[in-house]
C-alpha cells in the first residue's frame, strides 16, 4: 500500500525532475577547447629549406603570415594558440605554438625559429593614464548642456 502512495509516486517524480536539471545545468558548465590562429602542417615545416626558398615558394607552401615584422618584412609569424574556459572563469592559454620565418634583403628565407609557451615574457602594464585638456562633464551637466544644441533644421521632403 506504501509503495502505490500518492506522496512516494510524487516524491519520485521531483527526483527525477531535479536529476534532470541538474544534469542539464552541469552539462553546460563543460569546459571549453578553442583553437585558434594559423598552425601549420607538420608536412608544411618540412618543406622548408633556408637559403633555397623566396616568400612567395614560403607562401604558398605555409599561407599568408599571422602577422609580420614591423619594420620592413623581413620577419613572418604563423602563430596559434589552445585555449580553454570553464564557464564564467578566465580564459586559460594552454599551448601556443609561434613559428618565426627571417628573410633577407634578396627576399630568400635565412632562419626558422620556433616558440611555444614556456619562452613567453610577463609585460608589466603601466597604470598612467594621458592627461586631457577640457573638462570632465558630469550625466547631468551633459544632459542640460546639450539642450538647445540641435537644430531640426527645414523638413525633408516626404513622400
Known amino acids: 500500500m506504501i509503495a502505490n502512495s500518492p506522496f ?18 552541469l552539462g553546460g558548465c563543460a569546459k571549453d577547447i578553442n583553437a585558434r590562429g594559423n598552425l601549420p602542417t607538420d608536412d608544411a615545416l618540412a618543406q622548408l629549406q633556408p637559403g633555397q626558398q623566396t616568400r612567395q615558394d614560403v607562401e604558398l607552401i605555409m599561407g599568408t603570415p599571422s602577422h ?3 619594420f620592413e618584412q623581413e620577419t613572418w609569424y604563423y602563430i596559434s594558440a589552445v585555449t580553454t574556459q570553464f564557464a564564467f572563469y578566465s580564459v586559460e592559454e594552454v599551448e601556443r605554438d609561434i613559428y618565426a620565418l627571417s628573410f633577407d634583403e634578396r627576399g630568400i628565407l635565412q632562419e626558422v625559429k620556433t616558440y611555444g609557451l614556456d619562452d613567453a ?31 531640426r533644421g527645414a523638413p525633408e521632403a516626404g513622400p
Open 68 to 70: 609580420t615584422s614591423m
Open 8 to 25: 512516494l509516486s510524487h516524491l519520485k517524480n521531483t527526483i527525477a525532475c531535479g536529476l534532470c536539471i541538474s544534469a542539464l545545468a
Open 121 to 151: 615574457e610577463d609585460i608589466q602594464v603601466v597604470q598612467r593614464e594621458t592627461p586631457t585638456m577640457g573638462r570632465d562633464y558630469s550625466l547631468i551637466e551633459q544632459l542640460i548642456g546639450n539642450l538647445g544644441r540641435f537644430d
